[in-house]
């Protein structure tokens, strides 16, 4: 964005007609002079964005989503939509148009900059406002809200204000160890689709994800939806083919050699495209066991990211040829404890590297790669279009999600599960012990609370700034390590087979083209290698029962087995209870004190009739008082202690002979 443009584009008013479903109903300026109510063709879609897809189900949420720009190629329109939804009740000025028990509309805001926290907040503020006006003809307030935040805009620092509302600690909490999988997994360019509902949760998944690689928030999604399709589509603009042509230079020069890098044109990216999508997924030089294989190849496996239990023993031959270079990862003789300080250690150095002269942001959603925080249902054709190498969607609805044929990786951020069918993909995205610790190590410092030990320059442990260096140091190891030759040690350090992958892919054929003289300050090596322990393993063994198939299944029959235990001891519990309840009861009647005895005697004779003589008080012996030839003393002192005249004894005795005991019968004292 230049210095002259003003980085909010339009303010709109999306509501759903009871006929004509999502339309725009109010927009400054114009977003389509002449036509109030419509949107220009390459945004046709534009209201089934700002209302998604099972809104109507929230009183209120806010969502993300991304517009390919309608004067510029390689510029992404980047919007924010409140939406809220009230009873009609509360609507001041009706209109023929409200047929409905609620009313439900969004204050959409399209902008130039990726400030999505910073502007919904505002937004929401501003949308609360505008709804308990009750009149939304009062659309002043929205004229003011943009040229109000054309001006604070200008004046906000993208480096300061582009995380907003993206917390990368709640990322790390809620993902653990799957959060380094799926950062590597945008690396290999693949067609990942994230699905969630309410929208607000789905959008901040992705774009927190997407913000743990360094300078992608700021710079590094401007072409992430823009795209010149195989066909003709309404929902996206048309582009020439001079406008998406880039021409970069040939050559990198890498530890003193010069590495040849093929000229990247759109044809020939093309051809590259559809060459690693038929050899990319094969690895030739796999080196799991075949007992591994087997595992992998049950079907049990086929619906999520694997683990192997196996670790692979070091080979002290295997150490790269470069002796005497230093080398970011650890000296074989330390062991895992001794990890944190030494990486603490090196932290404020790789911090300090620079990221431009590194090559950042990482040319990913670039060349028909998308990303797309939100993805109405009209835009479903948009990605099986030849033309979209990879993407990262996110979906409200379920319909996206039954189109296996659409996506290569699923994940279900409700149940956190990574699903994943390709077995080849899986082997890439296994991690090795090294990237457990980092991930181990992210967990440990982001679950504590304490601000007390500062890094130079890094922030607290633990904070978002320090998550976020965690990544750019390991990013940076990686592009380093990936630079030399193949066989080294260190390359198996971050999983060989997803390096190879990865140099495959069009990022990364960008990056090594281009002129990076900062990594080379860099020393090639895992920040976190090191000697396997007793800690390692336990970390393998945790991995593995929470991310295999198998592993969830033993956890749950564990579960279930628990769960079913506490309920026999429940149930066993509260029979022995009310059993003894049942015998006190009866116990406390039974034994009565003399003294008692000598107060009911000195009172008056109680009739039988009465109320407070019931069946259940008297005792089964004065029933069968004839056949045991009970006297009527023995009688007298069995009924709970009450005194009988005489003629209440002979109706007693008479009403004891006609009453029998029913069978399943339950006599209670």
Not at 371 to 381: A, M, T
Not at 399 to 423: A, G, H
Not at 576 to 594: D, R, T
Request: aromatic share 8%; with cysteine.
């Amino acid at each position: 964005m230049s210095e002259n443009e003003e980085p909010i584009l339009y303010v709109l008013v999306v509501g759903f007609h009871h006929k004509k479903g999502c339309q725009v109903e109010y927009s400054y300026p114009d977003l389509y002079p002449g036509h109030p109510n419509e949107c220009p063709p390459g945004w046709k879609y534009l209201p089934t964005l700002a209302l998604p897809d099972g809104s109507h189900n929230y009183d209120t949420d806010t969502v993300f989503f991304h517009l390919p720009s309608l004067t510029s190629p390689k510029q992404t329109v980047y919007g924010i939509s409140c939406f809220r939804q009230i009873p009609v009740e509360k609507i001041k000025n009706k209109t023929s148009d409200i047929t409905r028990g609620t009313v439900q509309k969004s204050v959409c805001v399209l902008s130039r900059v990726p400030l999505y926290g910073q502007i919904q907040v505002k937004m929401h503020l501003i949308t609360h406002a505008y709804f308990e006006k009750g009149d939304f003809s009062k659309v002043l307030i929205l004229e003011e809200t943009y040229h109000h935040l054309n001006a604070v805009m200008k004046q906000y620092d993208m480096k300061q204000h582009s995380f907003v509302g993206l917390s990368a600690k709640e990322f790390i909490l809620q993902w653990k160890n799957k959060a380094l999988q799926l950062f590597k997994l945008l690396l290999l360019e693949k067609r990942v689709m994230f699905f969630k509902s309410p929208v607000h949760p789905l959008c901040c998944t992705i774009l927190t994800l997407v913000s743990l690689f360094p300078e992608m928030i700021e710079h590094g999604l401007d072409q992430s939806a823009c795209i010149r399709l195989s066909r003709p589509m309404s929902p996206m603009p048309e582009y020439s083919d001079e406008e998406l042509s880039p021409v970069i230079s040939n050559k990198a020069f890498v530890n003193g050699t010069s590495l040849q890098a093929d000229k990247i044109t759109s044809k020939d990216d093309k051809n590259e495209a559809n060459e690693a999508q038929k050899n990319g997924l094969v690895d030739k030089n796999c080196s799991l066991e075949d007992k591994q294989n087997d595992d992998i190849d049950n079907p049990e496996f086929a619906l999520e990211v694997t683990e192997s239990l196996q670790i692979k023993e070091e080979s002290p031959n295997s150490l790269t040829s470069n002796v005497g270079e230093k080398s970011n990862s650890l000296r074989r003789e330390l062991s895992s404890d001794t990890i944190s300080d030494v990486v603490q250690n090196n932290m404020s150095y790789l911090a300090s590297v620079s990221t431009e002269s590194c090559g950042f942001p990482l040319a990913i959603f670039t060349k028909g790669s998308l990303c797309l925080p939100y993805l109405s249902l009209p835009y479903l054709d948009l990605l099986s279009d030849v033309n979209v190498r990879s993407y990262v969607v996110g979906t409200t609805n379920i319909l996206f999600k039954q189109k296996r044929q659409l996506y290569d990786v699923l994940v279900d951020i409700d149940s956190n599960r990574i699903e994943c069918p390709d077995i080849n993909l899986r082997k890439y995205l296994h991690l090795t012990t090294e990237d457990l610790r980092f991930a181990e190590y992210l967990v440990k410092h982001a679950s504590e609370e304490s601000q007390d030990d500062f890094l130079d320059g890094i922030s607290w442990e633990g904070s978002e700034e320090w998550i976020r260096t965690q990544f750019r140091v390991y990013l940076l190891c990686l592009l380093r390590t990936s630079m030399i030759q193949d066989g080294a040690r260190e390359l198996d350090h971050f999983n060989s087979s997803f390096i190879t992958v990865w140099r495959e892919t069009h990022n990364y054929k960008m990056w090594l083209s281009g002129i990076n003289p900062g990594i080379l300050d860099v020393h090639p090596g895992h920040p976190f290698a090191g000697q396997l322990s007793y800690a390692d393993m336990k970390l393998r063994l945790a991995h593995t029962m929470q991310n295999t198939e198998g592993g969830r299944k033993i956890n749950q029959a564990m579960a279930t087995t628990g769960k079913a235990v506490a309920n026999t001891g429940k149930a066993v519990g509260g029979a022995i209870s009310q059993a003894k309840g049942a015998f006190s009861s009866w116990w406390n009647n039974f034994m009565v004190a003399p003294d008692q005895r000598g107060v009911e005697q000195a009172s008056e004779p109680v009739s039988v009739d009465s109320p407070e003589i019931k069946t259940a008080n008297i005792p089964k012996s004065i029933r069968n008082d004839k056949e045991n030839d009970t006297s009527k003393k023995d009688v007298e002192k069995s009924c709970n202690g009450v005194i009988l005249s005489d003629d209440s004894e002979e109706k007693l005795e008479k009403r004891a002979e006609n009453e029998e005991h029913q069978p399943g019968e339950v006599h209670t004292v």
